[in-house]
């Protein structure tokens, strides 16, 4: 069965209702992306940065997979089918995907401040004094700006077997993220779906300058 590799972005999740990461001022959700999306912002003001993600959280369990994250889980009939994603919501699992790697964390899981490997499912909010098992707090299971992204060399190396390569609602602006189009074998055939690609068909790339539910139809197609 050939190897289809899945590189998902923020477009991705944007038709089921969650809002995308930045806006063009550099604020998420009317907060500079520092404050609540770094160490040095959670150390400043931890109350603000757990209750950001509080609400992110929330507004997660109020959405739905939508038609393209339940034909990516369809490709499965057809494809071993492994997703990389930058996105930090579990609609790729709840639409069905069997595996699914999470390079920037989840937001329904936690981790201790001290022990990043000591994670736990979390879908409450998470407040001050809300402890791990040795007495250290909890934080977001987030990858903020400034933190090693402890998945990228698995990444990397599932890139390195892939047999075809789509990127579905990224802009490749964000690295290592951006980086792992680059680890596929010479000459992958490789499909971007994007309503404002950043790049252009070339050879081996073909671009579907179109939003995720629709460019994925487009994608199945050509097969």
């Not at 699992?93 to 899981?109: M, N, Y």
């Not at 490997?117 to 998470?126: A, F, R």
């Not at 990444?155 to 680059?182: E, F, N, R, W």
Request: with cysteine; charged share 20%; proline share 5%.
């Amino acid at each position: 069965m050939k190897h289809l590799v899945v590189l998902t972005g923020a477009g991705m999740s944007a038709e089921s209702g969650l809002k995308t990461f930045r806006d063009a001022n550099g604020l998420w959700e009317g907060h500079d992306v520092m404050s609540v999306a770094s160490p040095e912002g959670f150390a400043a003001n931890p109350e603000l940065v757990l209750d950001f993600y509080n609400q992110r959280r929330k507004q997660l369990l109020e959405v739905k997979p939508n038609k393209a994250h339940l034909e990516l889980a369809n490709l499965e009939k057809h494809f071993k089918v492994i997703i990389i994603t930058q996105n930090v919501d579990d609609l790729h699992e709840r639409a069905g995907s069997s595996h699914v790697i999470h390079l920037h964390g989840e937001l329904l899981k936690a981790r201790s401040v001290r022990n990043e490997n000591l994670i736990l499912d979390w879908k409450k909010d998470l407040i001050l004094g809300d402890l791990d098992s040795h007495g250290d707090q909890l934080r977001p299971h987030i990858v903020w700006f400034g933190e090693a992204v402890p998945l990228i060399d698995e990444a990397a190396a599932i890139c390195q077997t892939a047999d075809k390569l789509l990127i579905i609602g990224t802009s490749l602006q964000v690295y290592p993220a951006a980086s792992l189009m680059h680890c596929v074998p010479e000459n992958t055939p490789t499909y971007f779906i994007d309503p404002n690609p950043s790049i252009s068909s070339t050879k081996n790339l073909t671009v579907i300058a179109k939003p995720a539910t629709e460019g994925i139809h487009e994608f199945i197609s050509i097969f």
